[in-house]
């Protein structure tokens, strides 16, 4: 066998995997949500756009990414910065800052759906505490906005971890001669933070970010514990349109909607963070 042909080899399993469970999947929905079983159309689509839940659906999940996605960086880099600073019990606390991940998104709604509902820990402080007379219901359809904000707790409880696992993994192949280097010349460590461990990060930070926005714009479990359908999101829409609808036409075209928005996404993390060419850490 040719050396040259060795990469190939080993390539081929992780493409056969692409191709039998991304592009075959992704051609079935394109026409699913390009087609009429007769014809091109759009009508499925217009459908789609022209359906009353339609925006608040689109931008409540954009706006949740957009709130998410950047609290979860900035406590990630605490997270992380602590964790490498430790001499002794790095191991315990990582530990325990990842215990979250062993949930899955639905068990962590309903932990926090455990605090916010009428009898739920919340409520049962605040009587406690003479705050108020009678538990307050929460999560009716009345307070969205107290929905939404806890549907970002859990969010953001549930899956900073990911992310601060990933910044650890980048900041220990950081040379600790960078950080001696910069110390020498004097620089404090706000300033050895923002001009050695953050650039250094871009590789980890691109990844970071780009698996933590696209699974923002997934967010159903989490959302349907809390809110059930009084906080419409673009994978709760695919889901409504194709099991209690019936209509896997228009359920495709918002598959491909967010599988847009991620690659815009993608690329914009691509290009904001690329890394220089020929720079190694």
């Known amino acids: 066998m040719p050396q040259r042909a060795l990469p190939y080899l080993l390539l081929l399993p992780a493409t056969l995997f692409l191709l039998v469970f991304f592009l075959y999947p992704f051609v079935q929905i394109a026409v699913l949500a390009f087609s009429d079983g007769q014809s091109f159309t759009l009508e499925h689509f217009q459908t789609m756009v022209g359906h009353w839940k339609f925006p608040a659906t689109f931008w409540n999940t954009i706006l949740l990414a957009a709130i998410v996605v950047p609290i979860q960086l900035v406590m990630a880099l605490a997270m992380a910065s602590v964790v490498m600073r430790l001499k002794t019990g790095r191991n315990t606390i990582l530990y325990i800052f990842t215990i979250p991940l062993g949930l899955s998104d639905l068990a962590a709604g309903i932990i926090w759906l455990a605090i916010f509902e009428q009898s739920g820990f919340l409520n049962s402080l605040l009587v406690s505490l003479g705050i108020v007379d009678k538990p307050i219901l929460f999560l009716g359809y009345q307070n969205i906005w107290v929905i939404f904000i806890a549907v970002v707790l859990a969010e953001v409880w549930r899956a900073t971890a990911i992310v601060m696992v990933i910044l650890v993994s980048g900041m220990g192949l950081i040379p600790k001669e960078y950080y001696e280097a910069a110390e020498v010349f004097g620089a404090s460590p706000w300033q050895r933070f923002r001009k050695v461990t953050l650039p250094m990060l871009r590789p980890s930070l691109q990844t970071a970010l ?72």
């Open 210 to 281: 780009i698996l933590r926005t696209i699974a923002a714009f997934e967010v159903f479990a989490v959302v349907v514990a809390l809110g059930g359908t009084t906080l419409p999101v673009l994978v709760g829409e695919t889901y409504n349109w194709q099991f209690n609808l019936r209509d896997p036409n228009v359920a495709a075209a918002y598959a491909l909607v967010i599988l847009a928005i991620s690659i815009a996404a993608t690329l914009v993390y691509l290009r904001v963070l690329r890394v220089p060419k020929g720079a190694t850490i």
